[in-house]
């Protein structure tokens, strides 16, 4: 059995007043939940992690960071190191999201060494993969897939692989209001399983956990969660307010953990 996990990237928003006042009201809604049901995460802006992480302290939410550097120290202007996140209070770090991609020369080589990074430094990485739109309609979807996971784990081990979260985000989806419909994600994410077979060995890919992201919203999410493939969800714009995110939490935990 996978344990749910569902995680909010708050991307380039809040400054750290309306970032505590979200931790604090998210906290508030999720008192309850019982965090052997379910991992929540919020990954806020670099500026914001230490005050987050105060709020969200001994609570039932982890924090999680948007991005790493893979050197631990240096003269890397504007870079952020692992043992710098673990300092702030970090759990989980997102790599390779499409927007570090497409506006950050992010590729599936510095994924690897930013992976890596984390991984020594006991982060748990959130490894996002997909497709863009003209990818998807030139039937190139399964062979962007591949070469997210060959090339972005490359080197890893299955012990490596296995404290790893992959994010299915098809580019097409994210911040669109477009959602792949379930069948769609169900596809994806057995096809990335079935990857990790092939790589890996079938205990392994059966323990991965695989989040779906790209316009995940209250009205949607209990029929992605529904998928058997899907472990979770990666919320972009919906993780920003507090009704919308403890909605999201609380419908997703109700497909997957039945009681
Ligand atoms: C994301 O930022 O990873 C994301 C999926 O965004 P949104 O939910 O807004 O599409």
Redesign the pocket.
């Known amino acids: 059995m996978r344990k749910p996990i569902i995680a909010g990237?708050w991307?380039m928003y809040k400054t750290i007043g309306p970032a505590i006042e979200l931790a604090n009201g998210l906290k508030r809604e999720f008192y309850k939940i019982e965090p052997a049901d379910i991992d929540i995460v919020l990954c806020p802006v670099y500026t914001c992690l230490s005050e987050v992480a105060e709020v969200i302290a001994n609570s039932n939410i982890a924090l999680g960071a948007q991005d790493v550097y893979w050197q631990d120290e240096g003269a890397f202007t504007g870079e952020v190191s692992a043992p710098m996140l673990k300092d702030a209070g970090c759990t989980y770090v997102i790599i390779g999201?499409s927007?570090r991609r497409q506006f950050f020369a992010e590729t599936n080589d510095t994924v690897n060494k930013k992976i890596k990074a984390a991984l020594k430094h006991g982060l748990l990485p959130i490894v996002?993969v997909g497709e863009s739109l003209a990818e998807r309609e030139a039937n190139k979807t399964f062979d962007v897939l591949t070469g997210h996971v060959q090339n972005g784990l490359v080197g890893l081990t299955a012990e490596e692989v296995a404290r790893i979260v992959i994010?299915y985000?098809p580019v097409w989806?994210?911040?669109?209001g477009k959602t792949a419909t379930s069948a769609q994600a169900q596809e994806a994410h057995k096809y990335i399983r079935d990857l990790l077979v092939k790589f890996y060995n079938k205990e392994l890919a059966a323990g991965v956990r695989i989040q779906y992201?790209?316009?995940?919203k209250p009205e949607n999410i209990e029929e992605i969660m529904a998928q058997p493939d899907v472990d979770g969800a990666?919320?972009?714009?919906?993780?920003l307010k507090i009704e919308s995110f403890s909605e999201i939490i609380k419908r997703g935990l109700k497909v997957k953990v039945k009681k």
């Open positions: 990237n991307k999201h927007e996002c994010a985000e989806a994210i911040g669109t992201g790209g316009s995940v990666l919320v972009g714009g919906a993780s």
